[in-house]
């Protein structure tokens, strides 16, 4: 546990510092360099500023140890940390929507774009690429959504330096000024994609929808390994932060003494969590075979 939170603080502090300087380096290259789709990038950067420090609160909440009123700890702080991301990318669309029709509508004559901006938003484009492929490695290697979709934020910064960098490139060859903010504009229908593709499995996560891929089954096969055990019943699980919970119901031969019962409980529990340490707890319960026959 101790090893996942230093990666998440790395990834989390990592995304914080960059974003400033990026935000602050795009802002002041939008602003002498008369490029609105800059300026948009900036403020992109700025909510990537804010999501990153929510994704902290978020992971930091999440590691507190169980408690009587939240004995299943607190791993929702961090879907609900990715929530509140989505929400941050939807308020920098809304403005980035404002700035543009209010260009493109009411100063279509505005200074065009400096040339040199050009080159800044290209190199921005190179290091927020870099920067989501790093963070999403480790968001993977965790397993945490709000570090996933952090790195997704990244992509959305990304995407929206390159419509930018391409509305100044399509100005500088043919193109009047307001290419520059109809780029923009088109830029915020990225960043709203990316708002909802966050917003969505985050909310599932609260929701309790259960894990994608093969855990369930895995987690069947193992216990169905264990020595007396006839077959599964049922099999749930749930994920809570970094950690997952299982509830299983096992079937055993009726004839079993009741005695054996605690131990095959305990057999399926250590096996589960020996081979899957990202399983918290495992509730376990033994029912005879008649009784699922019956």
Not at 239 to 254: L, Q, T
Request: proline share 4%.
């Amino acid at each position: 546990m101790e090893h996942l939170a230093l990666k998440w603080i790395r990834a989390t502090m990592i995304s914080i510092g960059s974003n400033l300087f990026l935000a602050i380096i795009k802002g002041l290259a939008g602003i002498f360099g008369n490029s609105f789709a800059m300026i948009s990038d900036a403020i992109e950067s700025l909510t990537d500023v804010i999501s990153s420090i929510i994704v902290w609160i978020g992971l930091h909440i999440s590691m507190r140890n169980p408690d009587e009123k939240h004995p299943y700890w607190y791993g929702k702080a961090e879907p609900i940390a990715a929530i509140l991301v989505a929400f941050s990318l939807i308020w920098a669309g809304i403005m980035i929507v404002q700035g543009s029709l209010y260009y493109i509508y009411t100063e279509p004559n505005h200074p065009t774009p400096a040339y040199w901006t050009l080159i800044v938003l290209w190199i921005v484009l190179v290091i927020k690429f870099t920067l989501f492929k790093k963070i999403g490695e480790v968001g993977d290697e965790i397993e945490s959504t709000a570090v996933k979709w952090d790195a997704w934020h990244h992509m959305s910064d990304a995407l929206t330096s390159l419509c930018a960098g391409i509305g100044m490139l399509i100005w500088i060859l043919w193109w009047p000024a307001t290419a520059d903010d109809w780029w923009a504009l088109f830029a915020s229908t990225i960043i709203f994609y990316n708002a909802w593709n966050i917003f969505r499995p985050a909310f599932l996560e609260i929701m309790d929808r259960a894990p994608h891929g093969d855990l369930v089954q895995e987690i069947t096969n193992i216990a169905e390994n264990v020595i007396w055990v006839k077959n599964i019943h049922h099999c749930i699980v749930k994920k809570v932060g970094f950690d997952y919970f299982v509830e299983i119901h096992v079937v055993v031969d009726w004839n079993i003494r009741v005695s054996e019962w605690h131990a095959i409980w305990h057999r399926v529990h250590d096996s589960i969590q020996q081979k899957k340490p990202m399983i918290r707890n495992v509730t376990t319960h033994v029912e005879p075979w008649y009784e699922i026959v019956q």
